[in-house]
């Protein structure tokens, strides 16, 4: 079993940065991908960026330039660092873990980000 536990969410103005972060506990597979993922209020849930065990990094379009995602593979934690936030960004932040070999995905419980305008 694996556990996630978001944080660091909050309420930014336009233009300001927040940090969040996720700390995993349990087996953690070696090879993984973690991520972030985020739901607005009528809306699917959506990719925001995701860091395999390596560090390969990927991001979802809206974001790309201003979001940086990271990891701490020994303090088993995954980091998105947000900046230029727009009210559009304005959604619950959840985690995810993926073992590459699994069967199972975890998700976090989230956290909430409102960026004002």
């Known amino acids: 079993q694996v556990q996630l536990v978001e944080s660091g969410g909050g309420l930014v103005q336009a233009g300001g940065s927040l940090r969040l972060s996720c700390a995993a506990s349990?087996?953690?597979?070696?090879?993984?991908?973690m991520g972030w993922y985020r739901q607005a209020p009528g809306k699917q849930r959506e990719l925001v960026a995701t860091i395999t065990s390596g560090g390969t990094t990927n991001y979802g379009d809206s974001v790309k330039g201003r979001f940086t995602i990271s990891r701490d593979n020994a303090k088993k934690m995954v980091y998105l660092q947000m900046n230029s936030l727009k009210p559009e960004d304005t959604a619950v932040y959840y985690c995810k873990y993926a073992p590459v070999l699994g069967k199972y995905d975890y998700w976090g419980q989230g956290t909430q980000v409102t960026v004002s305008s």
């Open positions: 349990g087996s953690i597979a070696g090879i993984n991908v």
